[in-house]
């Protein structure tokens, strides 16, 4: 959504779980910016390495080059003042601050375009993010679909094991799921074997106790 408020600041997240088009959707919103020749900055988290260390990346290999800062606080010390949209993206790895700074340059009457996971491989709401949809005059939430079943994905699903909140990687870690479809950690993950087994263990004995008939058929038998 374009909002066009005259020249008051305001802050815009765009918010879902991996492969959304949240790096695709914030890119197009700059480069409108740009065509509108307003003068345009770019942020990235230095976490995020993963395909350009001076470039904001899609995973549909959308470009758009940006600056590292290691935490939101930088932004402030490396923003040309004179820029009137400020482009964050990956906020979720920009730590608490990024509500502050957020605010601070909407209030400036920057337009604040901010683009991250708003949950984690758990499903857990995934601080900053929810804080600053409170703050936001404008929030877009992007699904992926679901490489389970096709449906919209709102999780983003860790696919081996570790404990860490932060793993960064991207097709061979992490992949889209909808509700249905997450397994969040492997809690859920053992709890759903031992279900099963149990299902199992019933099967068995069913199978055994299960009465059998003689339909007259020689050699054969019906289940009831
Ligand atoms: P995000 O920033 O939310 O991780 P990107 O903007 O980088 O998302 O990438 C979105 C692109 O990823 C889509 O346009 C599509 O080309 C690609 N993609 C790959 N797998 C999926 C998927 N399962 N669901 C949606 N898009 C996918
Ligand atoms: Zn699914």
Redo the contacts with the bound molecule.
């Keep these: 959504m374009d909002i066009i408020t005259g020249n008051v600041g305001w802050i815009e997240v765009i918010c879902?779980p991996?492969?959304?088009?949240?790096?695709?959707e914030l890119i197009r919103r700059l480069r409108r910016s740009m065509i509108a020749r307003k003068r345009v900055e770019v942020f990235k988290p230095i976490i995020d390495d993963r395909y350009s260390a001076l470039e904001i990346v899609?995973?549909?290999d959308l470009r758009m080059t940006s600056q590292v800062v290691n935490n939101a606080g930088e932004i402030m010390d490396q923003l040309d003042w004179r820029s009137e949209v400020v482009g964050i993206d990956e906020a979720n790895f920009m730590g608490p601050q990024l509500v502050d700074v957020a605010q601070r340059l909407a209030d400036s009457g920057k337009q604040v375009i901010v683009?991250g996971l708003d949950t984690d491989y758990l499903g857990r709401p995934f601080p900053p993010i929810p804080e600053l949809l409170a703050y936001a005059e404008s929030i877009t939430k992007?699904l992926?679909?679901c490489?389970r079943c096709g449906n919209p994905a709102k999780h983003t699903q860790r696919l081996r094991g570790s404990e860490d909140l932060i793993v960064v990687g991207a097709a061979e870690l992490y992949e889209?799921r909808c509700r249905r479809c997450f397994e969040p950690g492997i809690p859920k993950q053992a709890e759903m074997d031992f279900v099963k087994a149990r299902q199992a263990q019933k099967t068995d004995h069913r199978e055994e106790s299960r009465p059998r008939i003689h339909t007259g058929i020689r050699g054969t038998e019906e289940e009831v």
């Design positions: 879902g991996m492969f959304s088009g949240k790096s695709e899609s995973h549909g683009a992007t992926a679909i490489v889209p």
